[in-house]
């Protein structure tokens, strides 16, 4: 039976009993706390914890799920996967025990016709329950139910909350996939008993003291692999040789240029490679931390492993076309992906390869140096994941293969080195000086900047030294998420002390950074007043922030996700996750689709919600963040819904008009925006503007000079073409679009600018060359006739010449035809510049073998011109900084020569 018709089959039996058939989940959970989909219940977790309301009473699924922890036994077994598929029927209140099992023993046996005498079931130990079911209403006999341990057939969500034992199905391959052992039975680790079907049966609900209290809403929840299911059907030894696996392996042995590939190697890339295709279909790119790491992981043991079987090039793109050509029928995101799966996995492993065999080649070395204890120095390690990209994973397996351990201590130390550098590196001086204070006994500060910009208020602590001050309540933000913090003035009466920036503490204090203390003292009442012009500065671009994020994810595609910001009055930064630099075209849509969005004067509001209703409601939260159970959620119309601290502009019609200034890598697959919204935006694009016309007037009298200096030279004029000077027309035309956030027509401009200035720097280029060439070839004409300016010293012809801003080239070819034609000579020339000397000086091969020495000559001309050369007894290139000593310098030759 086929993989596609075991998921077909699974699922139209379940409907045909009353289950809802839903989709399965993204590898990446709308949880933020969990990192990936590990089984088909995580979509129904707030279901069996009781958080929400079902909306069917039975439910089936096919689930992918991915998971890690048994990433080193991909490959060794038959059964191994980190991506896998999960089938499960699920009852949320509605059947319970028997009717379970009277479904999963009946699809078994009647629908994929497994034998009964083939069955084995493992029950936990203290449900009598469920092993009588199975032994007096399935007719299972005795001997062939097992009682296991909490460990084996217990499952918990965690420990606490819902849970419940389960019973799990095994099938008899026989007793030559055994240990041989006389209590092998299933439980036991080797290949014979394969377990094809979990049930859980959730009852209870763990507490606090550890005791289990029943349930009122029992639930169900299963899960049967579908790689081992298939190979079971289909009546192979191991799941690599089911039909899931089959064409992939074998694009992987054509690839392979070995005529025996590992099959290992062979089996891990194609489970990597699967993986990897999901997760990046998922919106997963390769990073150095969480959900991406795991994906970075894949790929670069993938790509060792492609190494280890002799493939050459890149390889992991064309294998997940073939994952997508395979699967795209049931999962239709893997070919709307398709192009971000490439491009992401092409990415990833041409930064690995740039650093694969240089990583080898010192795992190599460095076991060499270490046979005797066999063990590779946590330096190493760290070198090897921070130089040469190797994830320490990689570099622990490497180690094993060749029976060597690593220093983990060691490299745990150097890991947290890196970590203290990195946080000492991007801590400002102030924030530094705030971790080495105790602020936890203040509390978290009353903070009323949401909706005022002014308050009395009172001095609860001053610290002289910082020049620190802690108020009872404050209308200042405090740095954090991303945007600045406040400045403004403390008024004490008609005296006013200067805030220069306002502070957050981890446990919620706002400190005030004031310019000097005058009167400030504990105690006394101030007013508290921030700049109103820089905060509307910020929230104008935090606003912006928000429109950005969501329109690089329509742009880019949902694997985009927030690495990183600053958002400040004068710009913001926004750091997000991306294996690949934008196009031009791809800058001007984001710009595009920002300013449409500012165009349509969106409503911004500020919602206040739980923590779990925001989620509910699909507010974007990021992975490994810590939330309170109070969050804010900033709503931008139905376009955008974030979680978000920060202040922001009320309509996205304040913003006025949005330009991106810079694009650029930060990191391996972290990218990099800079760009100004508002009136910043504003004076940004005229500068902009004014600085290319600049450009432009200054390139265009260079260029008619340059046309008058090739005429000198007796060359013919430049092509004739219009160049026009940036008309103040054109400059209030730009002024125009900016205030119609006609981001389109701006850029046109702009672009029309850097049109014009980028073909004169061209053309520029081109002249200039063109003039060096009309020089250097009548330098080649005018040779010949200096040998007329020859001189004789002891019997020797010399040449000593002084040109004007002659190229080296051009000295050369005056040394060349002069030595051609007089055969035997001493050549001296230099070329003068303004506060500079250029000098070549040659004899031909007649006098050095006569002795005559041209690094001589130089030894005598060099310093009179405050220079030197070098080179050889033949010839001697160099220069000075002199040209006003050149007569003096030319007459010590001739003086040496003659002696």
Same mark, same amino acid.
């Given at each position: ?227 081992? &299911? %298939?190979?079971? #059907?289909?009546?192979?030894?191991? +799941? @690599?040789?089911?039909? $899931?696996?089959?064409? *992939? ?91 971000? &799966? %490439?491009?992401? #996995?092409?990415?990833?492993?041409? +930064? @690995?390869?740039?650093? $694969?065999?240089?990583? *080898? ?92 910009? %002014? ?445």
């Amino acid at each position: 039976m086929k993989s596609s018709e075991i998921r077909e089959k699974f699922l139209k039996y379940f409907e045909s009993h009353g289950h809802q058939v839903l989709p399965g989940s993204s590898l990446v959970p709308s949880d933020p706390t969990v990192l990936l989909t590990l089984a088909g219940m995580l979509q129904f977790k707030p279901i069996f914890l009781g958080q929400e309301r079902p909306k069917y009473r039975r439910a089936a699924t096919v689930q992918k799920c991915l998971r890690t922890n048994d990433i080193e036994q991909v490959g060794k077994t038959a059964r191994h996967h980190t991506f896998f598929e999960m089938l499960g029927n699920f009852s949320f209140g509605d059947y319970f025990k028997k009717e379970v099992i009277q479904y999963a023993w009946e699809l078994l046996t009647d629908g994929f016709k497994l034998s009964k005498e083939k069955l084995l079931i493992a029950v936990y130990e203290k449900d009598d329950e469920a092993y009588n079911i199975w032994n007096k209403t399935m007719g299972v006999p005795a001997e062939k139910i097992f009682r296991l341990d909490e460990e084996n057939n217990f499952w918990a969500v965690g420990p606490t909350g819902p849970c419940g034992p389960c019973s799990e199905i095994y099938y008899d391959q026989g007793h030559d996939k055994g240990c041989g052992k006389p209590d092998c039975a299933p439980g036991c680790d080797c290949d014979r008993f394969l377990e094809v079907w979990n049930l859980v049966f959730i009852e209870y609900n763990r507490n606090e003291a550890g005791e289990l209290v029943p349930l009122k809403q029992k639930g169900i929840d299963t899960g049967m692999g579908l790689e081992r &299911i %298939a190979s079971v #059907l289909q009546g192979v030894d191991s +799941n @690599f040789e089911t039909d $899931l696996f089959v064409p *992939l392996i074998g694009q992987i042995r054509k690839l392979a240029q070995q005529s025996l590939p590992a099959k290992s190697s062979l089996r891990i890339i194609a489970d990597h490679v699967r993986a990897a295709t999901h997760l990046i279909s998922d919106g997963v790119i390769p990073e150095n931390t969480g959900r991406g790491y795991v994906l970075r992981r894949l790929i670069r043991r993938a790509v060792r492993h492609g190494r280890l079987i002799n493939i050459k090039g890149l390889f992991l793109p064309q294998l997940a076309a073939e994952v997508i050509s395979q699967m795209k029928a049931i999962y239709p995101v893997l070919e709307q992906k398709a192009k971000i &799966i %490439a491009q992401a #996995l092409r990415a990833e492993e041409e +930064n @690995f390869l740039e650093t $694969l065999e240089q990583g *080898l080649a010192l795992f190599k070395e460095v076991m060499n140096q270490h046979l005797q204890d066999k063990v590779i120095p946590g330096e190493i390690v760290f070198k090897l994941h921070d130089t040469f990209g190797f994830p320490s994973e990689l570099s622990r397996e490497i180690a094993a293969e060749a029976g060597f351990k690593l220093d983990e201590e060691g490299f745990s130390r150097e890991m947290e080195k890196q970590k203290q550098r990195a946080r000492a590196a991007g801590i400002p001086a102030e924030k530094k000086k705030l971790l080495g204070m105790n602020l936890d006994r203040f509390g978290q500060t009353k903070f009323l900047g949401y909706s005022k910009t %002014a308050e009395d208020s009172r001095i609860l602590a001053v610290f002289p030294e910082e020049k620190f001050v802690i108020l009872e309540k404050t209308p200042f933000y405090g740095e954090s998420g991303g945007q600045v913090g406040d400045t403004g003035i403390l008024a004490i009466g008609s005296k006013e002390v200067r805030v220069v920036d306002t502070l957050l503490t981890p446990k919620g204090t706002i400190v005030h950074e004031v310019s000097e203390l005058h009167d400030l003292k504990e105690k006394i009442k101030v007013k508290a007043t921030i700049d109103t012009a820089k905060r509307a500065a910020t929230e104008l671009h935090h606003t912006a922030t928000h429109l950005l994020h969501k329109v690089l994810r329509e742009v880019l595609g949902d694997h985009v996700k927030q690495a990183g910001s600053y958002v400040g009055s004068d710009k913001l930064r926004f750091d997000f996750s991306h294996f690949s630099g934008l196009s031009h075209d791809e800058i001007s849509r984001v710009e595009a689709k920002v300013n449409q969005k500012i165009h349509e004067k969106i409503k911004v509001e500020v919602l206040e919600k739980s923590y779990k209703d925001a989620v509910k409601m699909g507010a974007m939260a990021l992975f490994g963040e810590k939330y309170g159970d109070k969050v804010r959620v900033l709503k931008i119309g139905d376009y955008s819904l974030e979680l978000c601290g920060g202040t922001h502009a009320r309509s996205t019609g304040d913003i006025l008009f949005f330009k991106i200034m810079s694009e650029g890598a930060l990191g391996a697959s972290i990218r990099r925006i800079e760009a100004v919204a508002g009136q910043a935006a504003k004076v940004f694009v005229v500068f902009r503007a004014k600085s290319l016309r600049d450009e432009i007037e200054a390139s265009i009298r260079k260029y008619r000079l340059l046309e008058i200096e090739k005429e000198r030279l007796g060359g013919k004029k430049f092509t004739e073409t219009s160049i026009f000077q940036v008309e103040l027309t054109e400059l209030d035309r730009l002024m125009a679009a900016v205030d119609n956030q006609d981001s389109v027509n701006v850029n046109k401009f702009l672009d029309h600018l850097e049109g014009r200035a980028e073909w004169l720097r061209e053309r520029i280029a081109k002249a200039e060359k063109e003039i060096r060439d009309l020089k250097l070839s009548n330098a080649k004409g005018q040779a010949a006739g200096y040998l007329s300016e020859l001189k004789e010293a002891a019997g020797v012809k010399v040449l000593l010449k002084d040109f004007k801003e002659y190229s080296m080239d051009m000295l050369r070819s005056v040394s060349d035809t002069v030595q051609q034609e007089a055969k035997s000579c001493i050549i001296v020339l230099a070329s003068s510049f303004p506060g500079q000397v250029r000098f070549l000086i040659t004899v031909t091969q007649d006098l050095v073998d006569a002795g005559y020495s041209a690094r001589k000559i130089s030894d005598v001309f060099g310093p009179l011109i405050q220079g030197k050369g070098g080179g050889r007894e033949g010839k001697v290139e160099g220069g000075g900084k002199d040209p006003t000593r050149l007569p003096e310098a030319f007459a010590k030759v001739l003086e040496l020569l003659g002696k």
